[in-house]
């Protein structure tokens, strides 16, 4: 199976997801870069972390108006999955992928810790892999991780099953709304998440509880990945 | 030329901590009487043409494709500012 890593200046967490996508599917990903107007076909296309263009203006910004963001709104409409991880989720949600905005920490802080996640949705096609209502354990790494919507986007999301992880057992570290993580869009191809999967694949992160999204969205057991 | 200022809100209801922020450290300095802080932005603009129409629908663009999210943020045109 083939996966694609899309690149843009300032994100810094293109090669953890890279090294993810090479261990799990046995593949080295191709890499799209920013000025690029089509991608390769591929079963999974990923928006990785980091602060593209330096957060300017608002985080994924300017980001969600490059060329390569075209391509990538083009292969969602197509079917393909996409998943986009912290800033990802950023630039997918100002690229009107996802609804709703990402804003600053209610904190104010940076958060860099880990986190526990329930998988509110086991049915999407990035979420096959865990139990309904399963605790996950998950890195996150951000400033602008706040979840927000309006009530009626709130309220779609909630109805149509969308909203796939949200913060578990009082972990939210951002003060997203409704404790929401992760959500994916009406088709179900596009998930956008704050926390990183990516770091928490194999046994030496301490821990392989990201593996699921990725095995879901390319329809690997854990035997043949492991 | 035709300068323009952008000024970019949040929407009311919308969480601002950075404004929060701004109101304890008011109330630190010992500013007295101070209610609610609400942080925005600015953008001043200049534009080619005289046309403040063409300019207007142009501004108006420009802040639903980029400087504003209006998920979260309102926004006002002020044409030909200082």
């Known amino acids: 199976m083939k996966t694609a890593v899309v690149l843009l200046p300032g994100l810094n967490r293109d090669r953890d997801m890279i090294a993810a996508l090479t261990t799990i599917t046995g593949k080295v990903p191709a890499t799209v870069w920013q000025t690029e107007t089509a991608l390769p076909d591929v079963d999974l296309v990923v928006v990785p972390g980091g602060f593209s263009f330096g957060d300017y203006l608002r985080a994924g910004a300017i980001a969600a108006r490059s060329p390569v963001m075209r391509a990538v709104a083009e292969a969602a409409a197509k079917g393909v999955p996409v998943l986009g991880v912290c800033n990802g989720f950023q630039i997918l949600c100002e690229a009107g992928l996802l609804p709703g905005a990402l804003m600053r920490n209610a904190a104010l802080r940076f958060v860099c810790r ?48 969308r909203i796939v992880f949200r913060y578990a057992d009082g972990t939210n570290p951002n003060g997203a709304i409704n404790d929401i993580a992760g959500i994916v869009n009406a088709a179900g191809n596009v998930l956008g998440m704050m926390p990183h999967p990516e770091n928490l694949i194999e046994p030496d992160h301490g821990g392989t509880d990201g593996r699921g999204i990725f095995e879901s969205a390319l329809g690997v057991s854990q035997s043949v990945a492991a | 030329m035709i300068k323009a200022r952008i000024i970019v809100t949040l929407k009311t209801g919308v969480l601002d901590p950075q404004g929060k922020a701004i109101e304890s450290a008011l109330s630190n300095l010992g500013i007295e009487g101070v209610g609610q802080v609400r942080q925005g932005k600015v953008f001043d603009v200049t534009l080619e043409g005289d046309d403040a129409a063409s300019a207007k629908t142009r501004l108006d663009a420009m802040c639903e494709q980029l400087l504003a999210n209006t998920v979260i943020e309102n926004y006002a045109v002020e044409i030909d500012h200082g």
Request: a negative charge; hydrophobic letters at 35%; charged letters at 25%.
């Open chain 1, 114 to 161: 880990e986190v526990k996640l329930e998988v509110t949705n086991a049915r999407t096609r990035f979420s096959t892999a865990y139990e309904q209502g399963q605790i996950i354990r998950c890195p996150v790494a951000h400033h602008d991780g706040n979840y927000f919507a309006d009530e009626a986007t709130l309220k779609a999301l909630q109805d149509h099953d």
